[in-house]
T-cell receptor, first 111, second 114 residues
Framework: EAQVTQNPRYLITVTGKKLTVTCSQNMNHEYMSWYRQDPGLGLRQIYYSMNVEVTDKGDVPEGYKVSRKEKRNFPLILESPSPNQTSLYFC??????????FGPGTRLLVL | AQKITQTQPGMFVQEKEAVTLDCTYDTSDQSYGLFWYKQPSSGEMIFLIYQGSYDEQNATEGRYSLNFQKARKSANLVISASQLGDSAMYFCAMREPGFQKLVFGTGTRLLVSP
């Protein structure tokens, strides 16, 4: 089954404790991306990757890092999480035609 | 910059009736793509339908159709014969040129009643 997977699905952590949210896709897509969703704001892009070893900032990259060492994986790293990073996070990958497919989401609470 | 506006925070519809969710967009580009996604209470984002700016016919996918009016810059989603399972948040989104990201509206919450 073609899909984007994320782990963990739910995470509660404390301020300053480094965490990584993994993302993997099995559709052989070149493009992958991370979004965060906050009430009343819709989804905003954090980072994206056009292909392996190529990443770039989206609209809200502050406080986040990413890496793209292989095509299928695109982890999101929060080096020192803060409460304002409490959000619902989505990983997505895109087929050449343009449609983006989203993972199931990761709900993060930073205390 | 691209912008998506969804002016209906919430909509109610009775089961089996049709409903239209509004979406207007702002862009100066000639080539763009418009998407609708459904987000049920479980949280995942489900792709529903896509319309390219050069597509001459309105997109349809089963009970979903997109009423694309290019001159008015609107891309409304029409759901025919609503079902209880259609209750969800619906997001309109536009693809940026260069395919680097989607710009999302703030969403419309649809409630389908029996």
């Amino acid at each position: 089954e073609a899909q984007v997977t994320q782990n963990p699905r739910y995470l509660i952590t404390v301020t300053g404790k480094k965490l990584t949210v993994t993302c993997s896709q099995n559709m052989n897509h070149e493009y992958m991306s991370w979004y965060r969703q906050d009430p009343g704001l819709g989804l905003r892009q954090i980072y994206y990757s056009m292909n392996v070893e190529v990443t770039d900032k989206g609209d809200v990259p502050e406080g986040y890092k990413v890496s793209r060492k292989e095509k299928r994986n695109f982890p999101l790293i929060l080096e020192s999480p803060s409460p304002n990073q409490t959000s619902l996070y989505f990983c997505a990958s895109k087929e050449p035609g343009g449609t983006q497919y989203f993972g199931p989401g990761t709900r993060l609470l930073v205390l | 910059a691209q912008k998506i506006t969804q002016t209906q925070p919430g909509m109610f519809v009775q089961e089996k009736e049709a409903v239209t969710l509004d979406c207007t967009y702002d862009t100066s580009d000639q080539s763009y793509g418009l998407f609708w996604y459904k987000q049920p209470s479980s949280g995942e984002m489900i792709f529903l339908i896509y319309q390219g700016s050069y597509d001459e016919q309105n997109a349809t996918e089963g009970r979903y159709s997109l009423n694309f009016q290019k001159a008015r810059k609107s891309a409304n989603l029409v759901i025919s014969a609503s079902q209880l399972g259609d209750s969800a948040m619906y997001f309109c989104a536009m693809r940026e040129p260069g395919f680097q990201k989607l710009v999302f509206g703030t969403g419309t919450r649809l409630l389908v009643s029996p």
